[in-house]
């Protein structure tokens, strides 16, 4: 999950816990002060006709045309003395001038006259207007509580992304670094001590994997370089003790294993200090080659060496011919490897296809069952099947030339073993 929605489902679970508790508080407190604003409205009614009463003046008509209802009854000294002087309570009343009963309001009061006379006076108000107001109250904080956690998640989510584009810049970049190759140096724009100090601590970690890289290169250019020698040597002394006429049959034998070997052992230096090489970017120079034309060469020269097993090559070429700029030496290898690749791994009496097409080479051979992707060109990785003579460096070096260059190299399995490099 991208840091960015995590912050979004993380800062919408907090508002919403947070603005639902502060809803549910400002409802209520809102409810409240409604109805105390309602109970000082029947105060002030109560205290109107109890002063009227009082004093002999003609107190309002119960059908006054408003929504506000009151009732004046005598009552026995022994009721008033069991109830509180004044309530309040939410009951249902009669109004009168609807003619229907109604939710309302109720304030009760109980006074006593000049003459010592108890009377209890009920005034009631309906509060069908005050459930409309805290309806219409309810609905506009929801529509507002969406407003603002929108808002809120929007706000933030544009700060989080202007604020990490130090931290964006620094990941394509890590994305775009190739060891050994001319990187640019790691993005540090910004004042954010954290950012600059990560983007400084990579840029150190690649300085020094820059180091060891080169330093391997050397190891395994300067290794492969002095064994040619003595390989030579070795090769030639077996070469001269193998033209012996006093050799019995198991030295012959003998010699001829170490030759084997020795000429493996000849391979593997010439590819190490070939893939050393390429790294070091020593093959400058370029020309127009024509893959389809090395397609075929390697095809045939290959389906000769391999015809013993049964192994044939079909080639398809659409086009006739494929030019690419490059190291006329290295598209020969890239070919001549993939190709042999197939031939070498591919069981007796199958057919290895290659075929050209548009900008595309693909090589297709059979295979029981797929090869692990993220190693298939690995150094010295064989695979579960170790082929004689073979030395674990072909496609790592096909891989090699394809980074130098910018190819494409891919591999799938769809029945069959595909190798394919989009130039």
Same mark, same amino acid.
Not at 43 to 53: F, L, Q, T
């Given at each position: ?77 022994? *009721? ?7 309530? *309040? ?72 992304? *202007? ?35 990560? #983007? ?113 090559? #079909? ?95 891919? *591999? ?12």
């Amino acid at each position: 999950m991208k840091f960015i929605y995590r912050i979004i489902i993380s800062l919408s679970a907090l508002m919403l816990v947070f603005m639902t508790l502060w809803g549910i508080f400002f409802f209520r407190a809102m409810e409240e002060e409604i109805i105390d604003e309602t109970d000082d409205m029947l105060e002030a009614y109560s205290a109107d006709i109890i002063m009227k009463w009082l004093s002999g003046v003609e107190i309002p008509s119960i059908d006054n045309g408003s929504n506000n209802t009151y009732y004046i009854h005598k009552v026995t000294p022994e *009721y008033a003395a069991s109830v509180p002087r004044i309530s *309040y309570e939410d009951a249902m009343i009669f109004i009168a001038n609807k003619g229907e009963t109604e939710a309302a309001r109720i304030r009760r009061h109980v006074f006593m006259d000049e003459d010592n006379s108890f009377y209890e006076l009920t005034v009631a108000v309906p509060s069908f207007e005050r459930q409309d107001l805290i309806s219409a109250i309810l609905k506009w904080m929801v529509f507002l509580y969406f407003i603002l956690l929108a808002a809120c998640i929007g706000i933030t989510v544009a700060v989080v992304e *202007y604020n990490f584009r130090p931290l964006k810049a620094l990941v394509r970049w890590t994305k775009s670094y190739i060891p050994g190759k001319k990187n640019a140096p790691v993005p540090c724009d910004t004042g954010i001590i954290e950012f600059r100090t990560l #983007a400084q601590a990579t840029q150190e970690a690649a300085d020094r994997f820059e180091r060891q890289y080169e330093l391997q290169n050397q190891f395994i250019g300067n290794a492969s370089h002095e064994l040619q020698t003595p390989l030579a040597v070795c090769m030639g002394r077996i070469e001269m003790m193998l033209d012996s006429d006093s050799l019995t049959r198991q030295q012959a034998e003998d010699l001829t294993g170490i030759s084997r070997m020795l000429q493996r052992m000849v391979r593997l230096n010439r590819t190490l200090l070939l893939m050393t090489k390429i790294d070091n970017g020593q093959f400058m120079d370029k020309t127009r080659v024509d893959i389809a034309s090395l397609v075929r060469d390697s095809a045939e020269m290959f389906g000769e060496i391999y015809g013993h097993k049964g192994v044939k090559p #079909a080639v398809s070429v659409e086009a006739g011919a494929l030019y690419v700029d490059m190291n006329e030496q290295l598209s020969s290898v890239l070919v001549s490897n993939l190709v042999k690749n197939a031939f070498v791994h591919s069981p007796s009496g199958t057919v290895v296809d290659i075929s050209v097409s548009g900008r595309t080479l693909r090589v297709t051979n059979s295979g029981d069952a797929p090869l692990d992707k993220d190693r298939i060109f690995a150094r010295f990785y064989q695979g579960p099947g170790k082929k004689e003579g073979s030395t674990g460096l072909g496609l790592a070096l096909v891989k090699s030339i394809c980074e130098r260059y910018a190819f494409r190299l891919d *591999y799938f399995y769809d029945g069959r073993h595909n190798f394919t490099v989009e130039f």
